[in-house]
Structures are given as C-alpha cells and as structure tokens.
C-alpha cells in the first residue's frame, strides 16, 4: 500500500549524546502497523529493523568519510490512505530537522 520511505533524500541527525564521530541516518517508514494490512506490513518492520541491525553489525556506512548509524523510524498509516498523509505529517520533523 505505502511502504514508501519517509525520507526525502538521506536525513543526517547527530546522535543525541554521541560522540563526534558516530552520527545517525534517521530512516523514516510509512507502515500499516495497525488496521487491515498490519499482518503484511508487520512483517516488513521487521526486515527494515534487520536491515539496519545488519548494516550497524558492519560498521554502518561511510559517507564522505562519516560513519553513520542507519535508525528505522516507524509512522502507522492505520492501513489507509489518510494514515499515509497523516503519519506523512507526524513524520516531517525527520525533514525539518535536516532541512532547515
């Protein structure tokens, strides 16, 4: 349904409390975590956290000599296509934070 990724292009945010040189790629997801698509959705959740466990296990990524910590940030979308705008809305600090 939407699955898509919140992000609009790769959202750098500092670690809260990190060192220098660890930073965090806030990655954000649009999921059916409730309502009729949530046994799909559910199981992408999981993958998506797996992913990042898996890219984190080896170092994250490197990033014009950064590292980063890759994080899954979740927004329900109640399996509608109003919870897409709505968790779309919920999820723009990820934006704002980066952008502005």
Do not use: H
Request: proline fraction near 2%.
């Amino acid at each position: 349904m939407c699955i898509g990724l919140l992000f609009s292009g790769a959202l750098f945010l500092a670690a809260p409390g990190a060192a220098q040189q660890s930073k965090t790629i806030m990655i954000g997801a649009l999921v059916g975590l409730s309502g009729w698509f949530s046994p799909i959705e559910g199981t992408d959740v999981a993958d998506l956290m797996n992913m990042a466990k898996i890219i984190n296990g080896k170092g994250g990524l490197t990033i014009k000599g950064q590292k980063y910590d890759v994080e899954i940030v979740t927004e329900d979308t109640k399996s509608a296509f109003d919870g897409c705008t709505a968790g779309r809305r919920r999820g723009a600090w990820i934006s704002k934070t980066f952008f502005t």
